[in-house]
RNA sequence: GCCGAUAUGGCGGAACUGGUAGACGCACUAGACUCAAAAUCUAGCGAGAAAUCAUGUGGGUUCGAGUCCCACUAUCGGUACCA
């Protein structure tokens, strides 16, 4: 009986102690650098999500190993948090020991799985010998200007008090506690991601990403071209900037429309006729998130700007301005020409607040212009121009670039591409975090602290509650704020806010590459060597966030010249879910967690890892079952006793001959294609084959055990030294195959008449027409659909089928 | 609303470029072993008496459709007035 316990602690002791499975320094070997997202290290401990992505990298490393390459496969913990620091606000420890904790029980849960793991590269966000090198990042940014100080208005979280990302506020909500966010204005550190946007689409065809991700990342950044246009305010030198994407239809711009926030409010406050109603609505809108805006807009809301009026620089005609929620001060000018005939959104406001619509496009293909428009009509392929003066009777798509000349030519505005994607707001009044190394001088302004000072360590505090206005706990620190301005001398500031999460996990992958540096981030040896990663799986969450803020970096560090690659990262997959048993998401209130201990404890690790390859397709969401656990321990079993049959043999027998070349290539393909379910399925077969003929001969189990060992490395590895070998498995070559010997010489072909199966017949491989259809005829069962009836046609597919059809 | 994914036995899921639907596993049934049970081993296992019918629904293309086309439905995920 095969006793797990014994030998995974065995395997993993020998693995540890011999470091078996570190990357080595030899640059001269071919390489391969793979990659997980590393943990945060909660306290709950490791999830059973976490094993899915690592066991699934973790057998390409193995493979890869076995194929001669020199393997990276790293590990390291991303250790900041607010978990940390919420438990240590409520429980009054140090977020650093429970960090500590945490992370001594995240390794001693990871090394029981028995992953091939170079843990003598162990990294950890919170270690000021790696957050040296995050500041370091940070200085260089400012010094190239993307690291610059802005009041704006941000999201404000009510229950961490904190500002967040736009990115991390769902559904209106904070992303991590789920308290209501508003809007606040606030000093930020922001960093000008918006200044990549172009380069972070155009760089996604030089990479081997899914196109799913792809997708979502272009959607994320968000390209869209159109034009900036001035519409002039009578009776002033002033004017209103807009955007839009369809100059064409400006002849029908029948008012204007400002966000709340617009500063042009302020600029002519004297002019505005119902000022107090004005304030009251920009007071009411400033309450709301940008998500309850969208939410609870879907009536439209808004109200004139009475006493102002703005001129349709192409109309001439006078039209009014007004002031809505629906427009945001964070997209485009904060200012838009509405167009109700051709935009949706205008067309509701301009029916509820009884505007003019007019008409400046028609349909190709349908009769818009004589009825009452019930919407707004914005198709571009089947759009004409009417009623626009020199644009009538362009098609839309000509009409844009006509338009667009035109406001070019007479200096109206210009043409303008616009993303989405907005600046990454860097600051977060937090303790737990990388301080921003920063010093404010009265009269030099903001310094970078000297880079030989670094790291700029994150001073030890009793009390880590953020201040009342939001600000860091840090800004109570009045010893550590107060220092000297490294530039003139002067008594100055440090910046108290930190950086966020993000920040550590935005060049992690790099350090890997050499950790212990202390001199550079990484030496330019160890970067030309291993750059770049060359596979990195990850969730589908970490998609628009995680990985463009780390393409983002990787492109700075390319810029400055710290970096051999313009990318990161080669191939990016992702992994699917994993559900409870009642198909929910796990969850300690829904009382469906299962947590992994137990599973090692009860069938061993290696039936942990063939589970979680074996329970459905690696990208799609999965639910847990512990009846399947069972069956996948079984087959181990099974597998173990294979040793009782065992006979002879340094060649494969005739017998599995076929079946030996036919599993080496589908479990190789399976590896590479992340079919890993299949490839189980496949030993499971090839152990049912065995124990039928009760035999399986040395040869054949060797290699089998081969396959099997990125699967389940324990008992592959015992079995393997039981077999007398003193070497371990994990570098021995991948088994080959010969293609000649993964097709059968007889064949079961299928025969149909009319399309549905009636017989089958065996035929040699590739045997001639002629010979095949004399079979068929012949056929006893065939002749009975056959006979009396008229043959209309035969089709013979070689090796596949045989259909006749009869009349 | 928009974008994306998914839909196959009691369950998780297989099925190459259109070519024997249900591999493999679970559950279940029967048998062997056992005083008995568990474990293990062996066999069976979509529905139907059969003809046949079956891959979410309705059409279509084809000698042949889970796979391709058209129109729907449901579930999950992403997104939220982006001018």
């Given at each position: 009986m095969y006793n797990f316990k014994e030998v995974e602690q065995k395997w993993q002791k020998k693995w540890e102690e011999e470091g078996t499975f570190n990357a080595k320094n030899d640059y001269t070997l071919p390489k391969?650098?793979?990659?997980?997202?590393?943990?945060?290290?909660?306290?709950?401990?490791?999830?059973?999500?976490?094993?899915?992505?690592?066991?699934?990298?973790?057998?390409?490393?193995?493979?890869?190993?076995?194929?001669?390459?020199?393997?990276?496969?790293?590990?390291?913990?991303?250790?900041?948090?607010?978990?940390?620091?919420?438990?240590?606000?409520?429980?009054?420890?140090?977020?650093?020991?429970?960090?500590?904790?945490?992370?001594?029980?995240?390794?001693?849960?990871?090394?029981?799985?028995?992953?091939?793991?170079?843990?003598?590269?162990?990294?950890?966000?919170?270690?000021?010998?790696?957050?040296?090198?995050?500041?370091?990042?940070?200085?260089?940014?400012?010094?190239?200007?993307?690291?610059?100080?802005?009041?704006?208005?941000?999201?404000?979280?009510?229950?961490?008090?904190?500002?967040?990302?736009?990115?991390?506020?769902?559904?209106?909500?904070?992303?991590?506690?789920?308290?209501?966010?508003?809007?606040?204005?606030k000093s930020q550190w922001?960093?000008?991601?918006?200044?990549?946007?172009?380069?972070?689409?155009?760089?996604?065809?030089?990479?081997?990403?899914?196109?799913?991700?792809?997708?979502?990342?272009?959607?994320?950044?968000g390209r869209s071209e159109g034009a900036e246009v001035n519409f002039k305010i009578k009776d002033t030198d002033d004017s209103l900037l807009i955007y839009t994407t369809r100059p064409d239809t400006i002849f029908g711009a029948t008012y204007m429309v400002i966000s709340p926030e617009h500063p042009f409010i302020e600029k002519h406050k004297d002019m505005i006729q119902n000022l107090s109603e004005v304030k009251e609505y920009q007071e009411k809108a400033a309450m709301k998130s940008d998500f309850e805006r969208a939410e609870l807009n879907k009536e439209k809301t808004g109200i004139e700007i009475k006493g102002i009026k703005a001129i349709n620089?192409?109309?001439?005609?006078?039209?009014?301005?007004?002031?809505?929620?629906?427009?945001?001060?964070?997209?485009?000018?904060?200012?838009?020409?509405?167009?109700?005939?051709?935009?949706?959104?205008?067309?509701?406001?301009?029916?509820?607040?009884?505007?003019?619509?007019?008409?400046?496009?028609?349909?190709?293909?349908?009769d818009i212009e004589n009825k009452e428009l019930e919407e707004a009509f914005t198709g571009v392929e089947d759009g004409v121009s009417v009623n626009s003066g020199f644009l009538t009777g362009l098609d839309s798509k000509d009409a844009i670039n006509k338009a667009i000349e035109y406001i070019e030519e007479n200096n109206l505005g210009k043409r303008k591409v616009n993303y989405k994607l907005r600046d990454w707001v860097f600051s977060r009044q937090r303790y737990w975090g990388e301080p921003i190394p920063m010093v404010y001088c009265e009269?030099?302004?903001?310094?970078?602290?000297?880079?030989?000072?670094?790291?700029?360590?994150?001073?030890?505090?009793?009390?880590?509650?953020?201040?009342?206005?939001?600000?860091?706990?840090?800004?109570?620190?009045?010893?550590?704020?107060?220092?000297?301005?490294?530039?003139?001398?002067?008594?100055?500031?440090?910046?108290?806010?930190?950086?966020?999460?993000?920040?550590?996990?935005?060049?992690?992958?790099?350090?890997?590459?050499?950790?212990?540096?202390?001199?550079?981030?990484?030496s330019k040896e160890a970067l030309e060597y291993w750059s770049p990663v060359d596979w990195y799986n990850g969730g589908m969450e970490h998609t628009t966030l995680h990985l463009l803020y780390s393409r983002f970096w990787h492109k700075f560090l390319y810029d400055i010249?710290?970096?051999?690659?313009?990318?990161?990262?080669?191939?990016?997959?992702?992994?699917?879910?994993?559900?409870?048993?009642?198909?929910?998401?796990?969850?300690?209130?829904?009382?469906?967690?299962?947590?992994?201990?137990?599973?090692?404890?009860?069938?061993?690790?290696?039936?942990?890892?063939?589970?979680?390859?074996?329970?459905?397709?690696?990208?799609?969401?999965?639910?847990?079952?512990?009846?399947?656990?069972?069956?996948?321990?079984?087959?181990?079993?099974?597998?173990?006793?294979?040793?009782?049959?065992?006979?002879?043999?340094?060649?494969?027998?005739?017998?599995?001959?076929?079946?030996?070349?036919?599993?080496?290539?589908?479990?190789?393909?399976?590896?590479?294609?992340?079919?890993?379910?299949?490839?189980?399925?496949?030993?499971?077969?090839?152990?049912?084959?065995?124990?039928?003929?009760?035999?399986?001969?040395?040869?054949?189990?060797?290699?089998?055990?081969?396959?099997?060992?990125?699967?389940a490395p324990h008992m592959t590895e015992e079995l393997w030294e039981r077999l007398g070998h003193t070497d371990s498995l994990a570098y021995q070559p991948w088994p080959e195959y010969d293609e000649a010997k993964t097709i059968d010489d007889l064949i079961d072909l299928p025969i149909q008449v009319n399309g549905k199966l009636r017989a089958n017949v065996e035929i040699q491989k590739d045997e001639d027409k002629e010979s095949v259809k004399e079979k068929v005829h012949q056929n006893e069962k065939i002749k009975t659909y056959i006979e009396g009836k008229e043959i209309v046609k035969e089709i013979y597919v070689p090796n596949r089928i045989y259909n006749i059809v009869v009349k």
């Amino acid at each position: 009986m095969y006793n797990f316990k014994e030998v995974e602690q065995k395997w993993q002791k020998k693995w540890e102690e011999e470091g078996t499975f570190n990357a080595k320094n030899d640059y001269t070997l071919p390489k391969w650098y793979g990659l997980i997202e590393f943990p945060y290290p909660s306290g709950q401990g490791l999830h059973v999500g976490h094993p899915r992505s690592y066991t699934a990298l973790d057998i390409v490393a193995r493979k890869r190993r076995m194929q001669g390459y020199n393997v990276l496969y790293p590990i390291g913990f991303d250790a900041f948090g607010l978990p940390a620091e919420n438990y240590a606000i409520k429980n009054h420890i140090h977020p650093k020991i429970t960090t500590e904790q945490n992370v001594a029980h995240f390794k001693q849960q990871l090394k029981s799985l028995g992953f091939s793991f170079d843990w003598s590269r162990e990294i950890n966000t919170t270690d000021p010998d790696y957050y040296k090198w995050t500041q370091w990042i940070f200085i260089q940014l400012f010094k190239k200007g993307l690291a610059y100080k802005a009041t704006m208005p941000i999201n404000f979280c009510t229950g961490c008090k904190v500002g967040l990302a736009n990115e991390e506020v769902v559904n209106g909500v904070c992303e991590r506690c789920g308290s209501p966010v508003v809007q606040k204005e606030k000093s930020q550190w922001m960093l000008k991601i918006t200044e990549y946007a172009q380069r972070l689409i155009d760089d996604l065809d030089d990479v081997d990403f899914l196109d799913k991700i792809k997708a979502q990342q272009k959607n994320w950044i968000g390209r869209s071209e159109g034009a900036e246009v001035n519409f002039k305010i009578k009776d002033t030198d002033d004017s209103l900037l807009i955007y839009t994407t369809r100059p064409d239809t400006i002849f029908g711009a029948t008012y204007m429309v400002i966000s709340p926030e617009h500063p042009f409010i302020e600029k002519h406050k004297d002019m505005i006729q119902n000022l107090s109603e004005v304030k009251e609505y920009q007071e009411k809108a400033a309450m709301k998130s940008d998500f309850e805006r969208a939410e609870l807009n879907k009536e439209k809301t808004g109200i004139e700007i009475k006493g102002i009026k703005a001129i349709n620089p192409l109309t001439n005609e006078e039209i009014s301005i007004w002031i809505s929620d629906y427009v945001l001060i964070t997209y485009g000018t904060g200012a838009i020409m509405a167009v109700p005939a051709h935009d949706q959104r205008d067309f509701e406001f301009a029916k509820k607040f009884k505007l003019p619509i007019k008409l400046v496009i028609k349909s190709k293909t349908e009769d818009i212009e004589n009825k009452e428009l019930e919407e707004a009509f914005t198709g571009v392929e089947d759009g004409v121009s009417v009623n626009s003066g020199f644009l009538t009777g362009l098609d839309s798509k000509d009409a844009i670039n006509k338009a667009i000349e035109y406001i070019e030519e007479n200096n109206l505005g210009k043409r303008k591409v616009n993303y989405k994607l907005r600046d990454w707001v860097f600051s977060r009044q937090r303790y737990w975090g990388e301080p921003i190394p920063m010093v404010y001088c009265e009269d030099c302004g903001w310094v970078p602290v000297p880079e030989e000072e670094l790291p700029l360590k994150l001073p030890e505090i009793q009390d880590y509650e953020p201040g009342e206005n939001g600000e860091s706990p840090l800004a109570k620190q009045t010893d550590w704020i107060n220092t000297s301005c490294p530039h003139c001398g002067k008594p100055a500031k440090r910046e108290t806010d930190t950086m966020p999460q993000w920040a550590g996990s935005s060049w992690y992958y790099l350090r890997y590459m050499d950790p212990h540096n202390d001199k550079e981030f990484v030496s330019k040896e160890a970067l030309e060597y291993w750059s770049p990663v060359d596979w990195y799986n990850g969730g589908m969450e970490h998609t628009t966030l995680h990985l463009l803020y780390s393409r983002f970096w990787h492109k700075f560090l390319y810029d400055i010249g710290k970096v051999p690659t313009k990318e990161p990262y080669q191939k990016r997959t992702s992994h699917g879910m994993i559900l409870g048993e009642n198909g929910e998401k796990m969850s300690k209130s829904k009382g469906n967690v299962i947590n992994p201990d137990d599973i090692v404890r009860e069938f061993g690790a290696d039936s942990f890892r063939v589970y979680e390859m074996f329970m459905g397709p690696f990208d799609q969401t999965a639910p847990w079952s512990m009846e399947s656990i069972r069956g996948c321990s079984k087959f181990l079993d099974r597998v173990w006793s294979l040793q009782d049959i065992l006979v002879d043999g340094d060649e494969y027998s005739k017998e599995f001959e076929n079946m030996m070349h036919k599993a080496i290539k589908k479990v190789g393909n399976d590896i590479e294609e992340m079919k890993y379910n299949t490839s189980v399925s496949t030993f499971m077969t090839m152990v049912n084959e065995f124990s039928k003929a009760k035999k399986i001969n040395k040869k054949e189990f060797e290699t089998f055990i081969q396959l099997l060992n990125p699967f389940a490395p324990h008992m592959t590895e015992e079995l393997w030294e039981r077999l007398g070998h003193t070497d371990s498995l994990a570098y021995q070559p991948w088994p080959e195959y010969d293609e000649a010997k993964t097709i059968d010489d007889l064949i079961d072909l299928p025969i149909q008449v009319n399309g549905k199966l009636r017989a089958n017949v065996e035929i040699q491989k590739d045997e001639d027409k002629e010979s095949v259809k004399e079979k068929v005829h012949q056929n006893e069962k065939i002749k009975t659909y056959i006979e009396g009836k008229e043959i209309v046609k035969e089709i013979y597919v070689p090796n596949r089928i045989y259909n006749i059809v009869v009349k």
